[in-house]
């Protein structure tokens, strides 16, 4: 008598109770990708905004006379430059990556080891990384070509410096 009982309630109420699970599934899927997509939006203004601040200091830098440029690490974002200028921008402003992106062919004969820091191009680095890299840089030069470098800073902002490797006669 309980299972038919239990049996009659059960084929009742299994059409509610499946439909308010698939309803609470579904306003936790819209939750979730709601606060998602807000944490990616605040995260993506953040970095537009430091992209402009990046972008204000090398151009101010080259405005001063600065002639080439290599960003040290990951410190330039290239994400917000257009696909269409990325190419023409890096030849006019002279921006040369390294790393990976060391050989791609705007960089041919242009940047090949730290020699080509010395008196040639700038760096662009973040503060907290220039405080271990450029001694780094500088022994490096020093050990590996036996020169002896200045690091002098050609621009600046609150978290960027452009830093120009001169030899000491």
Sequence with gaps: LIYIIYSSIDKIYQPISNTI?????????????EENYKTWDKDNNFRKVEFSQQEEL??????????????FG??????????FAIT????EKKIYYCGWLARIPLNFSRYESYLDLVDRHAIF???EDAQWAIPAIQIS???????????KLECESEK??????DRIR
Excluded: D, H
């Design 21 to 33: 699970f698939i309803i609470l599934i579904g306003c936790l899927i819209i939750v979730f990708v």
């Design 58 to 71: 090398v151009f101010a830098c080259f405005k001063k006379g600065t002639t080439s440029l290599i960003p």
């Design 74 to 83: 990951s410190a330039f974002s290239i994400e917000f430059f257009s696909p």
């Design 88 to 91: 023409s921008t890096f030849k």
């Design 125 to 127: 680095i973040n503060k």
């Design 141 to 151: 030069i020093k050990q590996n070509y036996g020169i002896l470098t200045s690091s």
């Design 160 to 165: 960027y410096m452009i830093v120009k490797f």
